[in-house]
């Protein structure tokens, strides 16, 4: 049995996202994987479910490390207390 093809337009409410979100995940590469022919952009379905699929995860957080957008925390410096003195910069 063949793939089943759809074009952008349907992939995105496939998605339930927008057309414009597809067109960014496919020039960074974050998107499901496609296919051109010639000017028409296309998904093939099975690609759409197995890319949902993946993508799942249990919070925020784990989503962000997935994407490489959490960063490592940072600790905070301690304040002069009474009686200390800061140092100058050099």
Known sequence: MGRTW???R???EYLGVSASILAKWRCTGAGPTFSRR???ILYAVEDLDAW???GRVRSTTEADQRDGRLKRPTRRKKAAGAGQVLAAAP
Request: aromatic fraction near 0%.
């Open 10 to 12: 349907e992939a995105a």
């Open 38 to 40: 010639q000017r028409v």
């Open 6 to 8: 759809v074009r952008e």
């Open 52 to 54: 949902a699929r993946d």
